[in-house]
């Protein structure tokens, strides 16, 4: 079974700074999906980034890039130029490619980010 | 508002009564699944739907019962709950492998 590890409970991070969340995830599988979702206190879980187990290129969105090493199965989330409103719940999630709709997407226990001012 | 919709956004029950969660999404996706959100615990999977059959109930208490009438809604019917049930229901959607799409969820108190 596949599993998604959030070592950091908590991070903290200056306004303008960068600051990086670590996953690590644990497979069997050659194809699958990776996410970061963000769950501000309005509580719903928003879509940060995804990246492709396939692609060699880390995913980037704005602010927001992955550094994806497979072989390591590892998947951080870098978060450049923090914003107070970045401040949030952040989630690691893995889904298999393979199954289709079925496949559920497996959560880690996520990193709560402060952002100071 | 991500396109999927949870109603009511609270809900206070006590252990005897029986209310229902809404879930509502307009995006054309073909699954729809049930969360469950405790304080510093994974989220669990409780119910997938696909094409509005039911393909997968992580081994749910019975005290849960979900139903998916349309493509469009999804309900979880509760009943005669527990006070460790107390919790945040998210529901999802997705289409195809992509990622999924989730509501604002649900906070259960139950009493």
């Known amino acids: 079974a596949q599993t998604v590890t959030q070592s950091q409970p908590e991070m903290s991070v200056q306004e303008a700074e960068t600051v990086t969340l670590s996953c690590t995830y644990d497979?069997?599988?050659?194809?699958?999906?990776l996410f970061w979702y963000k769950q501000p206190p309005s509580r719903q879980m928003i879509l940060v980034i995804r990246q492709e187990a396939y692609k060699q290129q880390n995913a980037t969105e704005n602010r927001f890039s992955v550094n994806f090493q497979k072989a390591a199965k590892s998947f951080s989330l870098k978060i450049s130029d923090s914003q107070l409103g970045d401040a949030a719940m952040y989630f690691c999630a893995y889904r298999s490619a393979f199954g289709g709709a079925t496949n559920k997407l497996i959560f880690g226990t996520g990193t709560l980010l402060a952002v100071q001012p | 508002e991500t396109g999927v919709t949870q109603t009511p956004r609270h809900l206070v029950m006590g252990m005897t009564n029986k209310k229902s969660l809404k879930c509502e999404q307009h995006l054309g996706h073909n699954a729809m699944y049930w969360y469950k959100q405790s304080a510093k615990k994974p989220l669990e999977l409780m119910f997938v739907y696909s094409l509005e059959e039911r393909v997968e109930n992580n081994s749910v208490p019975s005290r849960f019962s979900p139903e998916c009438p349309n493509s469009s809604h999804l309900f979880l019917h509760l009943h005669t709950l527990q006070p460790e049930d107390s919790a945040l229901y998210l529901c999802?959607?997705?289409?195809?492998?992509?990622?999924?799409?989730f509501g604002s969820g649900t906070r259960l108190t139950v009493v």
């Open positions: 999802a959607s997705s289409q195809g492998i992509d990622g999924y799409t």
């Open positions: 497979t069997s599988e050659s194809d699958y999906y």
